[in-house]
Structure formats: C-alpha cells, structure tokens
C-alpha cells in the first residue's frame, strides 16, 4: 500500500491561491488513480478532484471547478492541486487519497484505500 503525506496547507485570504502537494512512498506510484478530498467543520467528506494513474483524465467536484487544477508527476512520486480564486467555504481539511487503478467512477472515497493524515486549509474573507 501506498503512504501518503500532504503539505502545502495555510491561511490565505479570499481571492488568494495555495498549491497541496501530496507525496508517495511504498507501492510504485504509477499503479494509482489519485484524489483529493476535503472535510469542512461540521460537514462530511466530499470529493474535491482525481486523476487516473496515467494523468489522462480528471475529475472536479462542480463546487471548485474552474478554480483548482490536479496534476501528477509519476517520476517524482508526487500530486498536487492547485488552488486559486480561494473562497472562505473552501475552508476545511483537505485529504489526498489513492486507489490501485480500476477505472470507474473515481469520486467515491470508499473506492480509496490510501489516505494521508490531512492539511489544513483556512480562507479568511
């Protein structure tokens, strides 16, 4: 199984940007669909953005589609999502996650059996 770290979390102010990085170690990589995910105080999980184990496709949540972007670098082991056009709602723990690649609808979090710990992420208004 994969280990995830996230990094890259912080105080930001409405309008401004942040770039998660997520960063792998263990299983090769290459074999895993990747996902972001958050959780707001009070709120379930839901599903922010993934991309599939080659990067040739991604997925956005409707709520930051247009503002945030996931991108992938097998050689480096890494995943990120960029931020921008941050908004105070968009405050909340934001989670990379990985699942060995199966195709399929990859908004699910029970289909993830990969998490890192979280960072948090707070937007001032």
């Known amino acids: 199984q994969v280990q995830l770290v996230e990094s890259g979390g912080g105080l930001v102010q409405a309008g401004g940007s942040l770039r998660l990085s997520c960063a792998a170690s263990g299983r090769p990589f290459s074999l895993y669909d990747m996902g972001w995910f958050r959780q707001a105080p009070g709120k379930e999980r839901e599903f922010v953005a993934a991309i599939t184990w080659n990067g040739g496709r991604t997925y956005y949540a409707d709520s930051i589609k247009d503002r945030f972007t996931i991108s992938r670098d097998n050689a480096e082991m890494t995943v990120s999502l960029q931020m921008n056009s941050l908004k105070p709602q968009d405050t909340a723990v934001y989670y990379c996650?990985?699942?060995?690649?199966?195709?399929?609808?990859?908004?699910?979090?029970?289909?993830?059996?990969?998490w890192g710990r979280g960072t948090q992420v707070t937007v001032s208004s």
């Open positions: 996650a990985g699942r060995l690649m199966a195709g399929g609808n990859l908004s699910s979090q029970s289909d993830y059996d990969a």
